[in-house]
């Protein structure tokens, strides 16, 4: 006798074809994913059908974007794009390399799960690996803060190493410079907003620079002056119109033009009224969220005043935060006001396009990187590239100790796995010494990326490190391994991340015996 115990149109699928939907679908995105690694790595191209030109065009290898860009119908792909994004909300960069490592765990599960091991011993197994790997990992950072140049130089790399598998790989030494420059003016913040960036088309991506100050993409009033110093700020979201009465659904009805005259003069003294208070303030910069029209644009011309108009949201919540402000709304409680202040504020001419440029802002160093590109597509992803770096950096000021790149810490990470894998009895031993290929796998896919003989080059780093040399990595542009030790830097706590949240991501999926789908919502008429 059978009994329906869901809805007509749910289904279930249990046990092995469970794990193997998972599995399945959890090693499809790590190979899409997984030839834009390393600075080899290829470019996607996302096309939307919605956009229209360039719009719906997005040229990225950049694993965050690629896989929030793509509809999936896996639940264990959704778990891996997750995971992806918070790699890239926590550390920065990274987001291809989790994604990877975690379907390489799996592909090791499979075959683990078709020996008719328990998916409970495998996961044992896995934590014993992982701890191995991160005491590893730690013996191995080191920090170099204490001494300045070296610490100087080890952001530098840092910022290289990031860069060098992005659009702006050939320029990155001059990007580091920017990067760095713009991440020790942040004076440890990990807040970014500090860090304005601004995409111009024309000239080339070797046309970028990094400006002292806050650069607002907008113009300043008709008829008032271009340049202030010792500039008072004052940010602001309130009405500065005059041409209408603001009641919904209001009617006026009036019987000859001296009345309507009277009208409109009564809107503007309101309108005068309210300039007056601003100006009382003691301004000398206005920033309004919201339009200003001819006749209070005039009258802030004639105190004097500086106004600026239809700042976006972003941008004046920015402002604020670089020149010490609040963003007001109401002007009649002065003492409540807190006004904003930086050394200049000018008008200057970035491409083609006239910006407004707060420099010797109040409340901490800001700056603006200026990127210059071909095309948008450039611009976008050279947008991408240099987040990456400056959050990398970033976090790095807060947690300075780094280790080495180019698939030595990988390697490093294995090599522990498989020594602490000698002394564990049982199968759980097995688990640990598939979770060390996993880790191998990912020198031998930077090897693939390049187009060189992966098989043997991981052999022979793999020889190195059991040898004692244990800063040896790829050197893919000699198609060798070499001691990697100041060359190619990563940052310890993303590396961490990515073994840590790789690791989790694969038991979760694994300790899945159940998928239950719920039935479709049928469509009325």
């Known amino acids: 006798m059978s009994t329906q115990l869901f809805n007509e149109g749910a289904t279930q699928e249990r046990a092995e074809n469970a794990r193997l939907s998972n599995i399945i679908g959890a090693i499809a995105v790590g190979d899409l994913v997984k030839s834009t690694l390393g600075p080899k790595g290829m470019d996607k191209i996302l096309q939307s059908t919605s956009g229209h030109g360039d719009a719906g065009v997005v040229v990225t290898n950049d694993g965050a974007t690629i ?39 799996l592909r090791q599960a499979e075959q683990l799960l078709e020996q008719r091991i328990h998916p409970q011993t495998i996961i044992d197994g896995f934590r014993l690996a992982v701890g191995s790997a991160r005491v590893a990992l730690e013996a191995s950072a080191e920090s170099h803060k204490d001494d300045e140049e070296r610490w100087h130089a080890d952001l530098l790399s840092i910022a290289r190493t990031t860069l ?50 806050f650069i607002l993409n907008k113009k300043i009033g008709v ?48 309108m005068r009224a309210k300039v007056q208070k601003i100006a009382a303030l003691g301004i000398n910069v206005f920033v309004n969220r919201q339009l200003i029209y001819n006749w209070p644009e005039q009258l802030f011309a004639d105190a004097g005043i500086m106004a600026i108009e239809h700042a976006d949201f972003d941008g004046i919540e920015r402002l604020a935060l670089v020149t010490g402000g609040d963003i007001a709304s109401s002007f009649d409680s002065p003492e409540l006001v807190k006004l904003g202040a930086c050394a200049t504020v000018e008008e200057v001419i970035i491409g083609e396009e006239r910006m407004v440029k707060f420099g ?50 990988e390697m490093l990470m294995s090599k522990a796995v ?58 893919l542009v000699n198609s060798d391994i070499a001691d990697v030790k100041g060359v190619v830097t990563e940052s310890f706590k993303l590396k961490r991340q990515v073994l840590l949240s790789a690791a989790e991501a694969a038991e979760m999926i694994l300790r899945v015996d159940d998928i239950i789908r719920c039935a479709p919502r049928q469509r009325r008429n």
Do not use: W
């Not at 999936?72 to 990274?94: C, M, R, W, Y």
């Not at 970033?394 to 180019?406: A, D, N």
């Not at 996993?438 to 190195?464: C, E, F, H, K």
């Open 67 to 105: 896989l929030k860009s793509i509809p999936l119908d896996n639940a264990a792909a959704k778990v891996l794009v997750n995971i992806s994004k918070v790699q890239d909300d926590e550390v920065g960069d990274g987001t291809t390399s989790v994604c990877v490592l975690a379907a390489e765990i």
């Open 223 to 270: 008829n008032q002056p271009r340049a202030v110093k010792g500039a008072r700020i004052l940010v602001a979201n309130t009405p500065m119109d005059t041409d209408k009465v603001k009641v919904f659904g209001a009617k006026i009805k009036v019987s000859d033009t001296a009345q309507l005259a009277e009208l409109e003069r009564a809107e503007r003294e309101k």
């Open 360 to 409: 010797g802002t109040g409340a901490g160093a800001a700056c603006t990187i200026v990127l210059r590109g071909g095309t948008s597509q450039i611009l976008d992803e050279a947008e991408r590239s240099i987040h990456d770096a400056v959050a990398v950096l970033s976090q790095t000021v807060g947690e300075p100790r780094i280790v080495h790149g180019g698939g030595c810490a």
């Open 164 to 213: 060098s598998s992005k659009v702006l790989a050939s320029d990155k030494d001059m990007f580091a410079e920017i990067c760095v420059d713009a991440v020790l003016r942040l004076q440890g913040s990990t807040n970014l907003d500090r860090i304005q960036i601004i995409k111009r088309t024309g000239g080339k991506v070797s046309d970028a620079y990094l400006a002292d100050g």
């Open 418 to 475: 498989d020594d602490a894998a000698k002394r564990v009895a049982g199968k759980k031993a097995i688990a640990m010494e598939a979770f060390a290929r996993a880790l191998r796998q990912m020198p031998t896919i930077l090897a693939d990326n390049a187009g060189l003989d992966s098989a043997d080059l991981v052999a022979r780093l793999r020889a190195a490190h059991y040898e004692g040399k244990s800063t040896y990595g790829l050197d």
